[in-house]
């Protein structure tokens, strides 16, 4: 591996830590669970640009977010629809589609 790949490697893992930290310290005890746990489950295996949308998740206000998770058409389409539904299935509030 070259010393930039290392770098993108050791940059995607640390907002890897920083994404897992921000889920689980949100500031409502719901919240802190539902995209604690997720995150700790699904940040391995997410690509640069899914991690992005993520980021970008994680920014929203709670009240937000339990909106969309109770209410996902309200998302539906939008580029963090995706990640509801991804949210949603692991928590099993909705069927895995095949």
Not at 48 to 75: G, M, N, Q, Y
């Amino acid at each position: 591996m070259s010393g930039a790949e290392g770098e993108r490697g050791s940059g995607l893992d640390e907002r890897r830590r920083r994404a897992i930290w921000r889920a689980s310290h949100r500031g409502t005890k719901e919240m802190d669970i539902m995209l604690g746990t997720f995150a700790r489950a699904s940040l391995a295996a997410m690509d640069s640009a899914t991690l992005a949308r993520f980021e970008r998740l994680l920014a929203l206000s709670d009240p937000d977010l339990i909106a969309w998770v109770l209410a996902p058409e309200l998302v539906e389409g939008s580029e963090l629809g995706e990640l509801i539904g991804a949210l949603r299935r692991f928590h099993k509030l909705e069927p895995d589609t095949p």
